[in-house]
């Protein structure tokens, strides 16, 4: 008697979906609007792809055409027609992942389907080196703009908050005159990556700074604290733009920052090694940049050359001085220790 083989059901994709969206990502786990928007962007990418590769209609598609092989074969689509590096590769698979989770939860006859789906594993990546500016540099960019014009004042208050507080340019663009507190606490609220908020201590020098801002803005509570000519909150690019701006204002008086590549991150970066190389423990700093875990925060461990200097001058260096012999009792003894 042949046993039957198991048989994936053809579920649509389209309801599962919509579910796993509204019930499953909004109202059940309650993510920020930035990840549903990067997973959203996942699924446009992988509909697309199975249009163009297999000629399938979105509305056509069912769950089980999102099979292992599909799943790698748009992977390495993303890498070799987009061009898009290990990270974002890794960061569709979790998206992808969370949905054939859910799924076969859902659907227990799935499950076959989605455990070899589970089973693809990320790519391991070299995290890129961590740049990060000296002090005389930063202060260089901090002293550039033109403080007699309105857009002048704005960029050193908005260079001045990206350096004290080493916020991400979303949290920083997104910052709101009723997020400072300027009294007794002197801190800002900032509204972090996933919906984790964290308060940041602020320079008595940055909040002199904004408080003669506030004079200018005369603006609500809820009104940005960093607009841009039109009165709104100021983009991603803005942000660049304005640093950009900044930056080469200062090279004349700045040699260092000639050719530079500077980015908002790359301030982020600054902050985070200025806080390490003034002694303050790995796991403040973690709680200032906002991140989940403490092992995001050791790439500035690995990165920071100044500390390594300073503990390799307290460390005795080897005698260097070649022994006039080398017997072959010696060199036997050298492999079997190895």
Same mark, same amino acid.
């Given at each position: 008697?042949?046993?039957?083989?198991?048989?994936?059901?053809?579920?649509?994709?389209?309801?599962?979906?919509?579910?796993?969206?509204?019930?499953? =990502?909004?109202?059940?786990?309650?993510?920020?609007?930035?990840?549903?928007?990067?997973?959203? /962007?996942?699924?446009?990418?992988?509909?697309?792809?199975?249009?163009?590769?297999?000629?399938?209609?979105?509305?056509?598609?069912?769950?089980?055409?999102? /099979?292992?092989?599909?799943?790698?074969?748009?992977?390495?689509?993303?890498?070799?027609?987009?061009?898009?590096?290990?990270?974002?590769?890794?960061?569709?698979?979790?998206?992808?992942?969370?949905?054939?989770?859910?799924?076969?939860?859902?659907?227990?006859?799935?499950?076959?389907?989605?455990?070899?789906? #589970?089973?693809?594993?990320?790519?391991?990546?070299?995290?890129?080196?961590?740049?990060?500016? *000296?002090?005389? &540099?930063?202060?260089?960019?901090?002293?550039?703009? /033109?403080?007699?014009?309105?857009?002048?004042?704005? /960029?050193?208050?908005?260079?001045?908050?990206?350096?004290? *507080?080493?916020?991400?340019?979303?949290?920083?663009?997104?910052?709101?005159?009723?997020?400072?507190?300027?009294?007794?606490?002197?801190?800002?609220?900032?509204?972090?990556?996933?919906?984790?908020?964290? @308060?940041?201590? #602020?320079?008595?020098?940055?909040?002199?700074?904004?408080?003669?801002?506030?004079?200018? =803005?005369?603006?609500?509570?809820?009104?940005?604290?960093?607009?841009?000519?039109?009165?709104?909150?100021?983009?991603?690019?803005?942000?660049? &733009?304005?640093? @950009?701006?900044?930056?080469?204002?200062?090279?004349?008086?700045?040699?260092? #920052?000639?050719?530079?590549?500077?980015?908002?991150?790359?301030?982020?970066?600054?902050?985070?090694?200025? #806080?390490?190389?003034?002694?303050?423990?790995?796991?403040?700093?973690?709680?200032?940049?906002?991140?989940? *875990?403490?092992?995001?925060?050791? &790439?500035?461990?690995?990165?920071?050359?100044?500390?390594?200097?300073?503990?390799?001058?307290?460390?005795?260096?080897?005698?260097?001085?070649?022994? @006039?012999?080398?017997?072959?009792?010696?060199?036997?003894?050298?492999?079997?220790?190895?």
């Amino acid at each position: 008697m042949k046993t039957q083989k198991s048989v994936t059901p053809k579920v649509p994709l389209g309801p599962v979906l919509r579910r796993y969206f509204c019930e499953y =990502l909004v109202s059940q786990r309650d993510l920020s609007p930035q990840t549903i928007g990067s997973y959203r /962007d996942t699924f446009r990418l992988l509909l697309g792809y199975l249009e163009r590769r297999y000629r399938v209609k979105p509305d056509a598609v069912c769950v089980d055409d999102i /099979d292992a092989s599909r799943v790698l074969a748009f992977l390495d689509d993303l890498e070799q027609r987009r061009g898009n590096k290990a990270r974002t590769r890794n960061n569709r698979l979790a998206a992808i992942r969370s949905f054939i989770r859910q799924a076969a939860s859902a659907n227990p006859l799935l499950l076959p389907m989605a455990q070899r789906v #589970l089973a693809i594993p990320a790519k391991r990546f070299e995290r890129a080196y961590v740049g990060y500016l *000296t002090r005389e &540099q930063m202060q260089a960019i901090l002293d550039a703009p /033109d403080v007699t014009t309105f857009s002048g004042q704005r /960029d050193r208050v908005l260079l001045m908050l990206l350096y004290n *507080t080493g916020a991400r340019v979303s949290e920083l663009a997104g910052l709101q005159v009723q997020d400072l507190s300027l009294e007794s606490r002197m801190s800002v609220h900032i509204r972090g990556k996933g919906r984790k908020n964290r @308060s940041v201590p #602020l320079w008595r020098q940055t909040v002199k700074m904004l408080r003669s801002w506030l004079r200018q =803005l005369d603006s609500a509570a809820d009104s940005p604290l960093l607009p841009n000519s039109r009165g709104n909150r100021m983009s991603r690019s803005g942000v660049a &733009q304005r640093l @950009s701006l900044a930056v080469k204002r200062a090279e004349p008086g700045c040699f260092a #920052l000639q050719s530079a590549r500077i980015s908002p991150h790359t301030i982020r970066h600054t902050t985070a090694m200025h #806080l390490l190389q003034s002694g303050v423990d790995l796991s403040v700093i973690a709680m200032w940049l906002g991140h989940e *875990t403490i092992q995001t925060t050791h &790439q500035y461990l690995d990165a920071d050359l100044e500390s390594k200097k300073r503990a390799l001058a307290c460390l005795k260096p080897p005698n260097t001085r070649r022994s @006039s012999r080398c017997g072959a009792d010696d060199i036997m003894q050298f492999l079997k220790g190895l």
